[in-house]
């Protein structure tokens, strides 16, 4: 078979074999778009304006073009009682990629961003250690450092698709509190080793300068293993909604425990039980328990393109695409439906995909111009499928908003209109 | 307190001539820290700044406080946002009453905190959100007392103090699964 000219269709309502991402040239959108006209007469070509007269020089810091669009984040008003509390969002589906911006990356703050003088600044480990030690930002730019590239997502992420009517918004509104970014730092573990960990120890607990020094807790296991002090983000100094001069960053789990304005690390024998892992970011049972300590990220994908609020202004090709993550390992495998989940076709997914970050899949479809149901189910490197939403919400309580990783379902009208549904 | 030694001259004391060694295929030379810069502070020297508070107690600072001497400084400043018995409003949530077994459930200090240090630790850090860390902690262990003394869990004159605080036991203490070691 052509398959260059014939498109395998691998599942219904129009989903396209992956081989033909790159393989579909005009003669096979052709064939299968197939009573939808090409694209109008290009017409003359004139040497436009710009090409004519010299532009602008360098610039000290780069800015995005004015005609790129509106690509900002989707940030919520201030707090009318808890001032600088709050949250912006990633414009998700406005990114193409797997690396989010340092100006575009999630925000959510307990009291504000405070700004720090790095010179004024103390990190500190005390608590169940041989020595208590003081470190400088001097100091910690002095250390070995290592670089890696980690997802962060708020524990509450997606959590508006738990209530019970599904809300006209768009992919940044309900899954937005997610980025991606290359961080550099110290390993925890060498300034723990510095300091002298003691045999009672198990927890340390962290709390950062803001106001309201906001505090975690974390099994010393696991800041013993790839938990960093972040110093850099994509390269430069860490921005200040960020945590700057620095954060603790805990690669999978819940972006609360990577706290920032990192100040203090208590070496404990047990957790602190900080306001914000007990009043918050607990899972209420259907039976009225509740899960404390929920860390790691499950396993999820979220289609950002064609995406909520969206318009398909044409019949024929379109590219699926999204991005998937999971706290557990690597994304693995993707798969999509475009029939509402009765059959699905693999994706594609980009080599090269690491361990607890941001994978980009893709996958062509053939829009017929009738309605459709677009999902995406991803499945890590330690087997773990994304859920239905039906599923995850029997297993809690419905008043529970946190570590909602459920499947995403768009619906696609005949009209072209995309909306944010649950099926 | 925060006196800085001369990076350079730590490093050498922490082994710069051991890295150099080991540049040429010594690896095992390796001190553990190639680098060892943190200055040697003491817990006395944090005594003022270390704020966490545990279940155990341990850390939690001099002093007392009754719920019936509470109710002024709530009424002065945490009731405009929690409501004058704690009922909460717009924007600020309810610290008593509720229970999680309703539909919806109302989470609230008393219905749903584990741990009576948990109040404490959060009030003397982060409230009020205007003036976080403004409250004495004579005014924090009066605080916690008023409010749980309106969820009903101490009574009004219950002295609030760095051996009572720990003892005392919260309506939903048993409601949480540790799931850190899944």
Known sequence: MDTKNNPQHVAGNGLIHRRHLLGLGLAGIGSIAAGSALGADAGMLNIPSWSKIPGNGPSEYGTPSP???????????????????????????????????????????????????PAQHRFVIHGLV????????????????VSQIYFLECSGNSGANTVATAGDTNAAAIHGLLSCAEWTGVRLSTLLAEAGVTDAAAWITATGADAASMGRSIPLPKALDDVMIALYQNGEPIRPEQGYPMRLFVPGWEGNVSVKWLTQIKVADAPAHFRDETSKYTDLLPDGKSLQFTYPMGVKSVITSPSGQMKLLRQGIHEITGVAWSGHGAIR???????????????????????????????????????????SRATDSSNNVQPSREIWMAAYNPANRYHYNAIQSWSVSAQGDVTNVYA | ?????????????????????????????????????????????????????????????????TAAQGQMIYHQKCAACHGTAGEGASGSPALVGGSVSTTPPLLTVGSYWPHASTLFDYVRRAMPPTAPKSLSNTEVYQLT????????????????????LPAVQMPNRDGFIDVSAN
Do not use: C
């Not at chain 1, 208590?132 to 730019?141: G, R």
């Open chain 1, 67 to 117: 005609f790129a669009g509106d690509v900002k984040r989707l940030a919520g008003g201030p707090s009318a009682t808890a001032p600088g509390s709050g949250v912006s969002r990633t414009p998700l589906h406005l990114l193409r990629g797997t690396i989010t911006p340092n100006s575009l990356h999630f925000e959510r703050h307990h009291s504000g961003v405070p700004a720090i003088d």
């Open chain 1, 130 to 145: 041989r020595q208590a030690l003081s470190f400088t930002y001097e100091d910690l730019l002095a250390y070995p450092m």
């Open chain 1, 333 to 375: 495998r993707v798969e999509i439906s475009a029939d509402g989940g009765r059959t699905w076709a693999d994706a594609h997914i980009e080599a090269g995909q690491q361990h607890l970050a941001l994978a980009r899949f893709r996958l062509p479809w053939q829009w017929s111009g009738a309605p459709a149901i677009l999902q």
């Open chain 2, 1 to 65: 307190m925060f006196m800085r030694k001369p990076v350079f001259m730590r490093a050498l004391a922490a082994g710069v001539f051991t890295l150099s060694v080991a540049s040429i295929g010594l690896a095992a030379d390796l001190p553990a820290n190639p680098v060892a810069l943190g200055s040697p502070i003491t817990e006395a020297q944090l005594a003022d700044w270390d704020l966490i508070v545990a279940p155990d107690g341990d850390n939690l600072p001099d002093g007392s406080g």
């Open chain 2, 145 to 164: 007392a008023y409010v749980l003394h309106l969820h009903g869990v101490v009574a009004e004159d219950f002295v609030l103090d760095k051996n009572t």
